[in-house]
C-alpha cells in the first residue's frame, strides 16, 4: 500500500475505470477549531491565501466524482460558507450551479435525464445545512437532504447514489483519492476508506505503563472522504437514531430540523431501516466516524489508498505544514 500511495501523490486525478453512478460529496464544516486558535471557525481559517474549505471545494470539483456537494456548517458561519460558495460557482458557471437544500429536490429532477453510469453532463449542485452537535449528527443531516432529494426519483440498480464524506480540514486532498474512494463504492463496496500506513511505534497504556505494542503491520490511519451507498449510510443513521433517542426516552424522528433557510424533514422513523440495520446493533456505541457505523454493523469496509498530504488540520504546527506545502508547490 505504501508504493500505491507514493505513486499516486502528485499526480492528476486518474480517470476510473468504473462507471460512476449519482454521486453526492458531504463536507463537514461545523467544528469551530478551539486547538486551533485561530479565532475563527476552522473551515474559514485561511491557509495560503484560500480557506480551508474553499480549498478542499476545490479538491472535490477537481476530481470531476461530484454530482452534489452538501457543506454542514455552524450558523454563525452560514453567510461566510454561502459565499465561498458563490466563489467556487463563479470559477466554473457552466458547471457548478449554487442551490437552496430546500430547492435540492427540485433541481435532481431537473437533472435526471442528464445523469447515468459514467455520465456528469449536468451541473454540479452545491448547496449548505446547518450541523449539528456532534459531527455524526451534521453528516446524518446531510444525508438526509441528499437521500430526500433522490427520493421521488426511481433510479435503477446502476444508478444508485454513492456519498462520499468528507472533513474539509482535510484541505489538500488530492483529487485521486476521491476518485479511488467513489470507483470503489461504484464497484459494490459496502463501505469504501482511505488509509495511509502508520509509521510510529504505537503503544498501548493503562496509567504511565506500556502494556503492549501492536504490529505496526496490521495498523492503517484512516483519512477521509469515506464513502459508501447512500441508502445504505441513510439507513445506518435511521437505525443509529432510533436506538439513541427511543433510549432518551424520545420519539425516534427527535434529531433537530436544521436552521438557516433550508428545509430538511425529520427522520420518518418508519421501519425502512430494519431492512438492512437494526437498531439494536447500534445500543451503547458512538460512531468515531462514518465507516464505524458499517463495522458495528458487521459490513466489510474496504481500504484503498490515502495520500499523506490529506492529513487533518487541526493544530497551529498543521497549519505551518500545509502552508510551507503549499509553498512548496507539493501539492
Known amino acids: 500500500m505504501a508504493s500505491q500511495q507514493q505513486q499516486a501523490g502528485g499526480q492528476p486525478a486518474a480517470q476510473s475505470s468504473v462507471a460512476l453512478p449519482p454521486t453526492v460529496v458531504v463536507i463537514t464544516a461545523a467544528g469551530q477549531g478551539t486547538r486551533l486558535g485561530a479565532g475563527m471557525p476552522k473551515a474559514l481559517v485561511p491557509v495560503a491565501g484560500k480557506s480551508l474549505l474553499a480549498r478542499s471545494l476545490a479538491g472535490v470539483i477537481d476530481s470531476g466524482v461530484a454530482d452534489i456537494v452538501v457543506v454542514t456548517c455552524s450558523p ?5 460558507v454561502a459565499v465561498t460558495l458563490a466563489a467556487c ?35 454540479t449542485l452545491l448547496t449548505q445545512i446547518t450541523g449539528g452537535a456532534e459531527r455524526y449528527d451534521s453528516v446524518a443531516r446531510a444525508v438526509r437532504c441528499a437521500a430526500d432529494a433522490f427520493a421521488t426519483l426511481s433510479e435503477p440498480a446502476n444508478m444508485q447514489p454513492i456519498v ?32 495511509i500506513p502508520v509509521t510510529d511505534t504505537i503503544a498501548v497504556v493503562a496509567g504511565d505503563t506500556v502494556t503492549s505494542n501492536p504490529d505496526r503491520a496490521t495498523l492503517q490511519a484512516v483519512q477521509t472522504p469515506q464513502g459508501f451507498p447512500l441508502a445504505l449510510l441513510h439507513a445506518a443513521f435511521q437505525a443509529y437514531y432510533q436506538a439513541h433517542n427511543t433510549a432518551a426516552g424520545q420519539p425516534t424522528n427527535a434529531l433537530q430540523q436544521p436552521t438557516g433557510g433550508e428545509t430538511v424533514p425529520p427522520y420518518p422513523g418508519d421501519a425502512a431501516a430494519d431492512t438492512v440495520f437494526t437498531p439494536e446493533q447500534f445500543h451503547d456505541f458512538t460512531p468515531t466516524d462514518d465507516a464505524s457505523l458499517m463495522t458495528q454493523a458487521g459490513l466489510p469496509v474496504t481500504v484503498v489508498a490515502g495520500d499523506t498530504r490529506s492529513f487533518k488540520v487541526t493544530t497551529a504546527t498543521d497549519l505551518l505544514l500545509a502552508e510551507a506545502m503549499l509553498a512548496n508547490h507539493t501539492t
Open 164 to 195: 462520499l464524506v468528507h472533513d474539509a480540514a482535510r484541505a489538500l486532498t488530492p483529487p485521486a483519492v476521491f476518485a479511488r474512494v467513489a470507483a470503489s463504492v461504484a464497484a459494490g463496496h459496502p463501505g469504501v476508506i482511505p488509509t
Open 76 to 80: 454563525a458561519m452560514w453567510d461566510a
Open 89 to 123: 460557482a463563479a470559477t466554473q458557471p457552466q458547471t457548478l450551479e449554487v442551490v437552496d437544500a430546500s430547492s435540492l429536490t427540485e433541481a435532481v429532477a431537473s437533472t435526471a435525464s442528464k445523469r447515468g453510469p459514467g455520465c456528469k453532463d449536468s451541473p
